[in-house]
């Protein structure tokens, strides 16, 4: 079992003692884990994204279940694989009964009247820094699914790359440009949540609830149709 993945078994566990809760959103899966992460992996800059990554092998795997409304279902995290020192970490955790909210906040360093900040990574589940930057240029940044360009400074536009075919475990998907798409930040999560399906042949957009996408995906470099077929019929075939 990977390190990252025991990690993330460990956050989902202290969190599910800590509040009693089997279901959990996106944003406190991020408050439970990144405190342990950050100490494991310090030279990791892209670990929200590494979660996601993980999250989706723990739901292949039957551990966790993604819901309808952005949540997860913990009912089959498997427990038995965590180390003893995380069990009892764990345990600590469910004795202090911390909220989710409290370990972010613990985590950033704030007292718990101050407002919470949430800082996102650009580059999400990529391997290959440079292929990103030269496919971001070739778009301007421009999300191929909906034209949309977003900004995170006054002089600094803000785009997202996605592999189609998942990077890891099971999927093994290649870092390559073909399994690449620039996005905007909202496509992305609709792509990793299956909301959205492109025809590998003539690149005709679905979307399971956004009328406002482009009947046809924009291409300026080639899209993989081996990559887009994989992603209808292995994450988005039960959502679109």
Known sequence: MSKW???????LAAYRARTGRDVIRLSE????????????????HNQEAKIRQVLQQLRDDGEVDFL???????????????SAEAKAAVDEAADRNETAEQVRQQAD??????PARTQ??????????TLVRKLKSLYDSTCQLCGAQRRQGPDTLYAECHHVKPLGD?????????????????????????????????????????STVHAELETRHE??????????????????
Do not use: W
């Open 170 to 210: 099971p999927h093994r998907g290649p870092d390559t440009k073909p399994n690449l798409l620039v996005l905007c930040p909202n496509h992305h999560v609709d792509f990793d949540y299956g909301m959205v399906r492109v025809d590998p042949r003539s690149l005709a957009v679905t979307h399971a609830y956004d």
């Open 5 to 11: 993945r025991a990690v993330v078994r460990q956050g």
């Open 120 to 129: 996102r990574v650009v580059d999400e589940l990529v391997r290959d820094d």
């Open 29 to 44: 899966v991020y408050d439970a884990v990144l405190p342990l992460s950050r100490q494991e992996f310090p030279d990791n």
């Open 223 to 240: 899209v993989g149709g081996t990559y887009l077929q994989y992603h209808n019929t292995t994450i988005g075939h039960q959502r679109v």
């Open 68 to 82: 309808d409304d952005g949540e997860y279902a913990l009912d089959g995290l498997d427990e038995a694989n965590l």
């Open 109 to 114: 360093g704030r007292g718990s009247d101050e």
